[in-house]
Nanobody
């Protein structure tokens, strides 16, 4: 299984970015997916998750109303649209596939991880 995250970069506060995570090596449509982030010197934290069908989504309170997770099962890709970005959103963002039967907000709830993509928000 390979997860390839992309789309990070440098953006000014208030701006937008869209992250993508392309998945190969498994039946993507059967797996729930999530996004996490890790700022320098901090623990990895949950950002958002989406069910395999795309009908249910979950968000951390810190991003609710600003970020939107979505997926295209035909393209084996999950997205994270990030709007109204803040300097505190600066982090490396990771995508991961969810372990069935586990919770949603702990890194231990996820199995395979992408390599991460850096998002830097300047003030």
């Amino acid at each position: 299984v390979q997860l390839q995250a992309s789309g990070g970069g440098l953006v000014q506060a208030g701006g937008s970015l869209r992250l993508s995570c392309a998945v190969s090596g498994r039946a993507f449509r059967n797996y729930d997916m999530g996004w996490f982030r890790q700022a320098s010197g901090k623990e990895r934290e949950f950002v958002a998750a989406i069910r395999s069908s795309g009908t249910l989504t979950y968000y951390a309170d810190s991003v609710k109303g600003r970020f939107t997770i979505s997926r295209d099962n035909a393209k084996n890709t999950v997205y994270l649209q990030m709007n109204s970005l803040k300097p505190e959103d600066t982090a490396v963002y990771y995508c991961a596939d969810h372990r069935p039967g586990y919770g949603w907000s702990s890194p231990n709830d996820y199995g395979n991880w992408g390599q991460g993509t850096l998002v830097t928000v300047s003030s």
